[in-house]
């Protein structure tokens, strides 16, 4: 089974400031990594896929890079809808269960 | 317009059993892998079980096999999930999803429902 960590679990940060966050595999998942937004009380929405490409609607703000284990989801510079959790997912294992990561939590400082 | 409108939870005791529905429309169901993911209140997602387009394909996480059984029907449109020997841990709003991309399993969710509650005690 694949595991990904997260971290920071918390990051405090105000509005215009950059967030980063990161996810690591505990194995090479070449590309194949989503991350997810999640408000209170909201369904989780689909942010990057294939750990850089922006999902349709999804302002340029955020940014995805990495590959093989380590990736890092960067908002540039946070409005006040970007406080949320965000959530890492594989999509490569075999069979098809792509475990999610434990997520960050990004709250106003 | 995609849609996906769970339905079927509630309270149920331990040991007990549950069938969680999943209504589908906007979109060609029968054309999609179709997932169940549970969210533990205050706690993260976890993929609970995915199904291919016929229905004969079906995956579990390990934590709910021989317990879960996930089921479509095209003709309704609508996908299931019959939840058996119910334990505290599964706890947790149920979410149905849909991929971004048919006749894949592995594309990332683009539709989820708003999610139905199941609780155990």
């Known amino acids: 089974e694949i595991v990904l960590t997260q971290s920071p679990a918390t990051l405090s940060l105000s509005p215009g400031e950059r967030a980063t966050l990161s996810c690591r595999a505990s194995q090479n998942v070449n590309n194949l990594l989503v991350w997810y937004q999640q408000r209170p009380g909201q369904a989780p929405r689909l942010l990057i896929y294939d750990a850089s490409n922006r999902a349709t609607g999804i302002p340029a703000r955020f940014s995805g890079s990495g590959s093989g284990t380590d990736f890092t989801l960067t908002i540039s510079s946070l409005e006040p809808e970007d406080f949320a959790v965000y959530y890492c997912q594989q999509r490569i294992s075999w069979p098809p269960v792509f475990t999610f990561g434990p997520g960050t939590k990004v709250d106003i400082k | 317009e995609v849609q996906l409108v769970e339905s079927g939870g509630g309270l149920v005791q331990p040991g007990g059993s549950l069938r969680l529905s999943c209504e589908a429309s906007g979109f060609t169901f029968s054309f999609y892998w179709m997932f169940w993911v549970r969210q533990a209140p205050g706690k993260g997602l976890e993929w609970v079980a995915n199904m291919n387009e016929d229905g004969r394909e079906r995956h579990y996480v390990d934590s709910v096999k021989g317990r879960f059984t996930i089921s479509r029907d095209s003709a309704k449109n609508s996908l299931y999930l019959q939840m058996n020997s119910l334990r505290a841990e599964d706890t947790a709003i149920y979410y149905c999803?849909?991929?971004?991309?048919?006749?894949?399993?592995?594309?990332?969710?683009?539709?989820w429902g708003q999610g139905t509650l199941v609780t155990v005690s």
């Open positions: 999803a849909r991929p971004s991309n048919s006749h894949d399993s592995s594309a990332p969710i683009d539709y």
